[in-house]
């Protein structure tokens, strides 16, 4: 039965890891603004379609 | 005559090529502006933006020698950039031509025409670009003028110099969310065999689950620190506000939850304690809304530019406002604003006081005579000579006026602070009073009895109630155009009980007057003359004369000459147009059939072609169609009140079709309409004001609730607490009973959060309150106050017959 307390540590340890890369994503500003990116990839780089 | 020439349209910026079309590749230009960017985008072979669209409305005005000048000045340059770390810098310009897809694409490669740019990204919603450069290379002022010669000029304003850095609460409020949610999701993990076990648990496990559970909640205090901090602020200011006793029961519950685990006598109310503090900042970030295009917070400032041109001998330069010396000579051109009070150096000038005194009809100026800063130059360039500093000018002291300062505090929801106090003194009594009763009999009773009701008392029912029912609302209400500027106006809104309305531009339709034409029949060739002559005036009648004949052609000008107060003559295809005023147009002697007594309520504008008297055009001003309605509907439960800063010319209509306990004042200045409503406050009024121009300003600033209304919502508007589109003015009867409604909503729930406090009460008094049950009810409390408050609001809105 002990090892229920390993796997809990570890997926508590898992889950705080996912807990710091959203207080990263936050802080880096990836959701400041969630419009413009939507159009950005709507144009395409013409010159690097051409030079293939 | 035959002139079969093809019209020709600028492959830039798609506008209508007049006489100076420029060609060149084969392809036709408005100007030398639109000429230049096509030859920079095509140096850079960056020629696809013609592929993706017509850059239609960016043409852009050649820059001008030394325009940004002022840029170079170190105390601008320290306002404007974000930050300036070892040669690096960033700047956020706000460029309001960003129309398209095509804009990011041309804005973000910028990079490419000047290297100094390291990067650059637009925000569209916000129209703005941040630019990262390094200083040694480039500089604000070549960026912007580079912005500029793109056709994106920056729009750099006074409001600009005093803007910091913004502050960025809704990162760190997200976070906190996001940490408290997280702890929340754990302990409830953690927690659960416990409850579910029933003491059958192992012990080495329970005590395992019930340390780590302390542990998670520990981030949870990090989480509740803004409730910390205004807790003491509260206290620091001798104010009881909800804060104190949440922030009390979040230190009971952790305290307490501590002391059970570190004793190894109970596992402690951690899953409470973060469950708490999920609601409550989950409300929080719902109450949040924030509408990017939207600017509530303007004043003057943003309507004077940073810089003006200054006569320097035979020379011109530009010179940021801060800088204008008494003495100077500055040149002002057409529609641009007097930036300080000035003596006019040219022979006449017509100037444009709406955004000082509210009156709509240009005013035209002599030379020697005195011109206040805040008209807006009407005609050809104008020169004047300054003579006091922009901080002494009149607009800087109207609006430094004393009135206007320190008037808003910050403003916190007066119900649940009301609620909070009497909630308060109730909790500490309750606690205090179930202490004494236990402590003779069982000390350790007594001190169980205490923190419980701490802990079960904690408000968070109450605290999570306004964030939902306010959130809910401003949701509602933006979906019918109208924006709030944050949750509480809506509780303003339902406090207000004197309505005021501006007459012009919010009754009436400012842009499009009622125009008709009389008199002789004008073939098409002649409306088309007639457009094409009106189209070079910038005079209010021109404008709508224009409009009004929007769908016939234009044609090239051959001769333009705009006489001062009397009207316009031009010659087109060797015809003779003239329109302006009666008696200029018509010589005493002409004798014409049109009766002038018939139009006397209305503005009449004459015409002649070729020296052959036509007709007139018959200008008024038009009501919106609901206007008399939503009055006489608001005048049954409101005082409501018109201030109109124009001529009683309309009194007439207004009072036959007006409840008569509505009213109504006529030729109001800005200053007037601020203190009328001043005055009602004094009576303890709550003032609601509904106007439009920068001439309400003042007043929209002065009310307890400022409703700007504005034809398109991306426009400027005064600062305010509401914006309103005017296509939505006729819900403001039910957009006022909303709000009453969602207070009365707020009540219910806290009747609600008592009823729950009341149960929790007769557990905690008698030392009842296991974990099990505060983990039940404390997030059922939470859960059925945001259901019901949110369901409520909804329903209300919905029966409200919102079209």
């Keep these: 039965m002990d090892v229920i307390l390993v796997l809990i540590t570890v997926s508590f340890i898992l889950a705080a890891g996912f807990l710091a890369s959203f207080i990263w994503a936050i802080r880096s500003g990836q959701f400041e603004d969630d419009y413009t990116p939507s159009l950005r990839i709507l144009l395409e780089d013409k010159e690097k379609a051409e030079s293939r | 005559m035959i002139n079969e020439k093809k019209d020709k349209y600028c492959v830039h910026c798609g506008d209508l090529c007049l006489s100076e079309a420029i060609e060149k590749e084969g392809r036709d230009f408005c100007c030398s502006g639109c000429l230049f960017v096509y030859e920079l985008l095509n140096d850079l072979t960056l020629q696809k933006n013609y592929d993706i669209s017509k850059l239609k409305s960016i043409s852009p005005k050649p820059v001008k020698e030394g325009e940004y000048d002022f840029l170079d000045d170190e105390e601008i340059k320290e306002k404007l950039l974000l930050f300036s770390i070892n040669g690096k810098a960033k700047v956020i310009f706000s460029l309001p031509n960003i129309y398209c897809s095509a804009c990011i694409w041309l804005l973000e490669n910028i990079t490419r ?19 990262l450069f390094i200083e040694e290379q480039t500089s604000l002022k070549k960026i912007a003028a580079l912005l500029a010669s793109i056709g994106y000029r920056p729009k750099l304003n006074m409001a600009n110099l005093e803007r910091k850095s913004p502050v960025d609460d809704n990162r760190s409020l997200i976070i906190k969310l996001g940490i408290a949610g997280f702890c929340f999701a754990n302990i409830m993990l953690f927690a659960l065999p416990e409850y579910l076990a029933l003491g059958n648990l192992e012990e080495n496990i329970r005590t395992y689950l019930r340390f780590l559970s302390l542990i998670a909640s520990v981030p949870v205090l990090y989480a509740a620190s803004d409730y910390f901090r205004s807790a003491i ?44 503090l999920f609601f409550l900042l989950l409300g929080k970030v719902f109450q949040k809304k924030t509408f990017y295009t939207l600017s509530f917070d303007r004043d003057y400032k943003s309507y004077f530019p940073m810089s003006v041109i200054r006569k320097k001998g035979e020379k011109e330069e530009y010179v940021a406002i801060k800088d204008i010396k008494i003495g100077n000579t500055l040149i002002i051109r057409n529609n641009e604003i007097i930036p300080t009070d000035s003596i006019l150096m040219t022979e006449t000038a017509i100037l444009d006081y709406s955004f000082v005194t509210g009156e709509s009809i240009p005013v035209p100026v002599k030379f020697g005579e005195k011109i206040y800063s805040g008209a807006k130059h009407i005609g050809s360039t104008v020169e004047v000579q300054v003579v006091k500093n922009f901080q002494q000018s009149y607009m800087t002291e109207l609006w430094d006026n004393q009135l206007l300062k320190d008037k808003k505090e910050v403003y916190t929801s007066d119900i649940s602070n009301k609620m909070a106090k009497y909630f308060t003194i109730l909790v500490l009594l309750v606690a205090f009073g179930g202490f004494l009763f236990w402590v003779n009999k069982d000390i350790k009773l007594a ?19 306004t964030p939902f029912s306010y959130g809910t609302a401003l949701r509602i209400f933006s979906k019918f155009n109208l924006f709030l500027k944050n949750d509480k106006i809506v509780e303003k809104i339902a406090d207000v009980d004197t309505i005021i309305f501006d007459k012009t531009g919010t009754l009436t339709e400012s842009e499009k007057s009622e125009i008709s034409y009389t008199g002789k029949p004008l073939s098409e060739q002649e409306f088309s003359w007639l457009k094409s002559a009106a189209r070079n005036s910038t005079h209010p009648y021109s404008r709508s004369i224009y409009d009004y004949l929007k ?133 303890k009024k709550k003032v609601m004001m509904v106007g439009d121009g ?49 207070v009365q909503t707020v009540y219910m729930s806290y009747t609600l959060s008592i009823l729950y406090n009341l149960v929790g009460f007769t557990f905690a008094l008698t030392g009842n309150l296991s974990p099990v049950i505060a983990a039940i009810l404390m997030p059922l409390s939470s859960i059925s106050v945001v259901v019901f408050t949110i369901l409520k609001t909804t329903i209300n809105g919905q029966t409200l017959k919102l079209k």
């Design chain 2, 694 to 742: 920068l001439n309400d300003s003042g007043a929209l600033n002065q009310s307890d609730t400022g409703v700007a209304v504005t034809d398109n919502t991306s426009n400027f508007t005064p600062g305010s607490d509401a914006i309103l589109n005017v296509s939505s003015i006729n819900q403001l009867p039910a957009f006022l009973k909303l709000s009453k409604k969602t």
């Design chain 2, 113 to 131: 025409m000047d290297t100094g740019i390291k990067e650059a990204k637009v925000n569209f919603l916000k129209k703005e670009i941040s630019i």
């Design chain 2, 233 to 276: 602020i509260s206290i620091k200011m001798k104010i009881i506000s909800i804060d104190i006793p949440l922030s009390l029961g979040i230190i009971a519950l952790f305290l307490r939850s501590s002391y059970e685990v570190l004793t190894f006598t109970g596992p402690g109310y951690s899953d409470s304690l973060a469950g708490l």
């Design chain 2, 447 to 465: 001190m169980n009895a205490f923190v419980a009701v701490l802990i079960v008392a904690c408000p968070c029912a109450l605290a999570i109630s």
């Design chain 2, 551 to 683: 769908n016939y052609e234009l044609n090239v000008i051959e001769n333009y000459n705009e006489i001062f107060g009397q009207g316009i003559d031009a010659v087109i295809s060797s015809n003779r147009i003239r329109i302006g005023k009666k008696s200029w147009i018509y010589h005493d002697d002409d004798k014409n059939d049109l009766n002038q007594d018939s139009f006397s309520d209305e503005a009449a504008v004459y015409v002649s072609i070729n020296e052959e008297s036509k007709g007139c055009f018959l200008i008024k001003s038009r009501y919106r169609e609901s206007s008399f309605d939503i009055i006489n509907e608001l005048s049954n439960t409101y005082k409501v009140v018109i201030l109109s800063g124009d001529l009683p010319a309309d009194k007439e209509i207004l009072t036959k079709n007006i409840n008569k306990n509505v009213e109504m004042y006529f030729e109001q200045k800005p200053a007037d309409k601020l203190n009328f409503i001043k005055n009602l406050q004094n009576l």
